[in-house]
């Protein structure tokens, strides 16, 4: 069965350092997204992609954060500037409509 | 805003009982779905329920939705160990599909 992938599944960073997640969303599938969730809270999301653009984002998506989709297959998260609230579990998902989202496994980012 | 809240936030039971976790949220949606984490994991998706529908089954789990109320309910029959997990309600955004507006979660633990 078709799955979305992320890497790396953890990564530690210091503080003020860039950090690219990066996620393989499932092949036929054109709306990606972003969420997060920090320890024992709950997943917020971030951003969603169609089109080789942004479709909507969250409060929390500021200046610091950019998505791209590079290639025909990966779609990236880029933090520029990490801060230690940016420590958080970072799911990547995808969708072939509206419906279903099909989540990855996760990337564990802590920033020191 | 528009969100998914679980109740209760933590449940015990023994292994061979029923679970039942409440989801309520705020404002109009177009699908309700419930999704499964286990500790750090990623996300599972469930089960969707559209908003004209009133009951989905699927093997042991059983979503209703109430949309005069604004509530959804997940039980989960005989239980088993590895049903132990988070299970997190969640909303479509308000013009469809952009985003996914999660509850905090109702933590399960069945007990063998």
């Known amino acids: 069965e078709p799955e979305v992938t992320q890497t790396p599944s953890h990564q530690v960073t210091q503080m003020g350092q860039e950090v690219i997640l990066r996620c393989v969303p499932i092949?036929?599938?054109?709306?990606f997204y972003w969420y997060r969730q920090i320890l024992g809270q709950k997943v917020e999301f971030l951003v969603s992609f169609y089109n080789n653009e942004i479709s909507e984002k969250s409060e929390i998506f500021d200046d610091q954060f950019s998505v791209e989709r590079p290639d025909g297959s990966n779609f990236t998260l880029k933090i520029r500037s990490t801060k230690l609230e940016d420590s958080a579990m970072y799911f990547c998902?995808?969708?072939?409509?509206?419906?279903?989202?099909?989540f990855g496994p996760g990337t564990r980012l802590l920033v020191l | 805003s528009q969100q998914g809240e679980e109740d209760p936030q933590a449940l015990s039971i023994q292994e061979g009982e029923n679970a039942t976790m409440n989801c309520s949220y705020k404002t109009s949606i177009n699908n309700l779905q419930w999704y499964r984490q286990n500790s750090g994991r990623g996300l599972v998706h469930l089960i969707l329920?559209?908003?004209?529908?009133r009951e989905k089954h699927s093997g042991r789990l059983r979503v209703t939705l109430d949309t005069s109320k604004k509530s959804s309910s997940l039980l989960i029959t005989a239980s088993r160990a590895a049903d132990t997990a988070s299970y997190f309600c969640?909303?479509?955004?308000?013009?469809?599909?952009?985003?996914?507006?999660f509850g905090a979660g109702t933590r399960l633990f069945v007990k063998a």
């Open positions: 969640a909303t479509d955004g308000r013009y469809g599909g952009f985003k996914t507006i």
């Open positions: 092949s036929n599938h054109l709306y």
């Open positions: 998902a995808s969708s072939d409509g509206l419906e279903t989202q099909y």
């Open positions: 329920i559209r908003s004209n529908e």
